[in-house]
């Protein structure tokens, strides 16, 4: 099993532009979490998905985000227009059923705005 | 909706010894509390989770011991090792913020060789 899967890595943008960041989830996972960890602010969810489908979007910190589930297999978090506060590392989670199974993180996207 | 505070932020330890790391909570409908491990630029990683229905579970030098009617939960390392060192976070989820894990602020372990 690959786990779950995230890129690209790392990403160094200049204030303005438009970020896209992916997921694979881990395979039959059909749960789907989007973090953001700060040394500020900590580990914050963003937004989750059950079945593709978003389920509560609260913590996305404004409508500069956006995230879209199209399939089971692949989900997308957008930043536009991009700002220095927006640098943190983004993680996303894969779980099977609900979120009070098992969250399997991916390795993160370390993302500097400048 | 559910506040997870965690205690204390840092805990210095010598190899050997125990630690021991504190979260409480404030949703009372909450029924599961995981513990992750972040090592230096890695992934948070599941150590140990606990369900509402149970006080106390173990596994090898883990354990993590719920407390439901005062809301709190620890998560006790017995015979440390330098390897343990790591950012330690605790967590809730169920009740009235079902299907969101809330995490506490964390804690940084080290374990002095």
């Known amino acids: 099993d690959a786990g779950v899967i995230q890129s690209p890595r790392h990403e160094v943008t200049e204030m303005g532009q438009e970020v896209t960041l992916r997921c694979k989830p881990i395979?039959?996972?059909?749960?789907l979490f989007w973090y953001r960890q700060t040394m500020m602010r900590g580990l914050e969810l963003l937004i989750y998905?059950?079945?593709?489908?978003?389920?509560?979007d609260s913590g996305m910190p404004e409508d500069r985000f956006s995230a879209k589930m199209p399939n089971a297999s692949f989900s997308t978090l957008k930043i536009q227009p991009s700002e220095p506060r927006d640098s943190a590392v983004y993680f996303c989670?894969?779980?099977?059923?609900?979120?009070?199974?098992?969250?399997?993180f991916g390795p993160g996207t370390r993302l500097l705005v400048l | 909706g559910e506040n997870v505070e965690q205690h204390p932020s840092t805990l210095s330890v010598q190899e050997g010894d125990s630690a021991v790391i504190k979260c409480t909570y404030s949703?009372?409908?909450?029924?599961?509390f995981p513990w992750y491990k972040q090592e230096l630029g890695k992934r948070p990683q599941l150590i140990i989770d606990?369900?509402?229905?149970?006080g106390e579970k173990k596994d090898q030098r883990i354990a993590v011991t719920l407390n439901k009617t005062a809301k709190h939960f620890s998560l006790h390392i017995t015979e440390t090792q330098p390897e343990d060192s790591a950012v330690y976070f605790c967590?809730?989820?169920?009740?009235?913020?079902?299907?969101?894990?809330?995490f506490g602020q964390g804690t940084i372990l080290t374990v002095h060789p």
């Open positions: 989670a894969s779980s099977f059923m609900t979120v009070q199974e098992t969250q399997y």
């Open positions: 395979s039959g996972h059909n749960s």
């Open positions: 998905f059950n079945n593709n489908v978003p389920i509560d």
């Open positions: 949703d009372s409908a909450s029924n599961y």
């Open positions: 606990i369900r509402s229905n149970v």
């Open positions: 967590a809730g989820a169920g009740g009235t913020s079902y299907g969101k894990l809330t």
